[in-house]
Nanobody, 129 residues
Framework: QVQLVESGGGLVQAGGSLRLSCAASGRTFSTYSMGWFRQAPGKEREFVASINRNGTITYYPDSVKGRFTISRNNARNTVYLQMNKLKPEDTAVYYC??????????????????????WGQGTQVTVSS
């Protein structure tokens, strides 16, 4: 079992940057693909980024590609999300998730929600215009 704790959220002006962190418990962090997701009020949870077990492959939807970067440090059991050029539409609660499946498969939100992936409690990101 993996416990995940996100941090780094906050209030930022449009065009600004934030770096989210997700710390994982346990000794098996490197055996999980990791992902970031977000959910705005009244909207479904959506995929933001994922990274494979050794950090060599990443995936992003077009909405954040070129602005967000996911990375991981397996020695520190931590995954990061660097968010640049933030927009008001990036406002949401951001969640990290750990999955036994592939990083590519984490892009299918419906599958991840029923797959038994582990989730953190979320961190709020608010981007003002």
């Amino acid at each position: 079992q993996v416990q995940l704790v996100e941090s780094g959220g906050g209030l930022v002006q449009a065009g600004g940057s934030l770096r989210l962190s997700c710390a994982a418990s346990g000794r098996t962090f490197s055996t999980y693909s990791m992902g970031w997701f977000r959910q705005a009020p009244g909207k479904e949870r959506e995929f933001v980024a994922s990274i494979n077990r050794n950090g060599t492959i990443t995936y992003y939807p077009d909405s954040v590609k070129g602005r967000f970067t996911i990375s991981r440090n397996n020695a520190r059991n931590t995954v990061y999300l660097q968010m640049n050029k933030l927009k008001p539409e990036d406002t949401a609660v951001y969640y990290c998730a750990a999955s036994r499946g592939t990083a590519l498969a984490m892009g299918d939100i419906r599958q991840i929600l029923i797959s038994g992936a582990y989730w953190g409690q979320g961190t709020q990101v608010t981007v003002s215009s």
